[in-house]
């Protein structure tokens, strides 16, 4: 199969935010070798760009048909509506349905197998819960739309990669749900998806101690010596290359992650805050466990920063570099 006919989608966000800034000005700067299919209403895209500045062409994207690459300043548009105009920088939970739907479009066309991969810019989960509809997160809503039963989120910044055993919960019900069952559940996933694919034959996995010190022998905490030592031991025994508990203070420091390929933190504030300093703004999210290939960026709607042009784009681009790399590897296993 030809690099070209390797399809990206993007899904553009909350409409009222960066998501369709970063898009356009990133495919305003160079051409892609695959087709990268934005999901998003053009009406957005086009009043976004002329107060932006850009030039830009919507190419009408036809699933069935061999298509050119789009060139610099060019992008395939799969049109979906919003319920309302949307006016820049300001949220209307009348479109939050919008945002959805575009999520869903993305996921059943990575299903299918029509996208190699998705890509998805910063939505708003606020203003999705004002309109009436519980949402948590992409993660947790891709992992619905796919039947997946543990997503597991990672973030990567240049070498480093940190997956985590919770996310989105508060710090109070993290050590209720640190349990040896959802330990090696994570731990199987992250291994079994470095392997199929990042494409690491071996991959060795640093493990994060719960409590200070990694309980210090169980006077700061028993956690490590009940649950977390049991779990890796146990896979060890399976094959698995696993160091740890290690304490999370001295973890992520150079003598450690020398020859690592990850790290697994216990809660979303133990490894995130390390990954976002070594690589903000051009860190990435993906989410692992799912049948398909998501990333995305790794900062928010930035409302203030919608249609001035400051936002900034190395994010989306690392995001969307992944996601072919990723589509690649994919498709050298089917071939």
Known sequence: MENHKLRIAITAGEPAGIGSDIILTLLQQQQWPVDLVVIADPAVLRDRARQLGISLRLRPYTPDEDQRPCNAGECFILPIACAEPVETGVLNPANAEYVLQTLRRATAGCMSGEFAAMVTAPLHKGIINDAGIPFTGHTEFLAELTDTPLPVMMLTAGTLRVALATTHVPLGMVSFLITQDLLEDVLVILHRDLQEKFGIADPHILVCGLNPHAGEGGHLGMEEIDVIIPTIQRLQQRGMK???????????????????DAVLAMYHDQGLPVLKYAGFGKAINITLGLPIIRTSVDHGTALDLAGTGKAETGSLREAIELAVQLGRNKQQDRD
Do not use: V
Request: hydrophobic share 35%; no cysteine; proline share 16%.
């Open 242 to 260: 696993l160091t740890g508990p290690l304490p999370a203070d001295t973890l992520f420091t150079p003598r450690h992650l020398q020859g690592a």
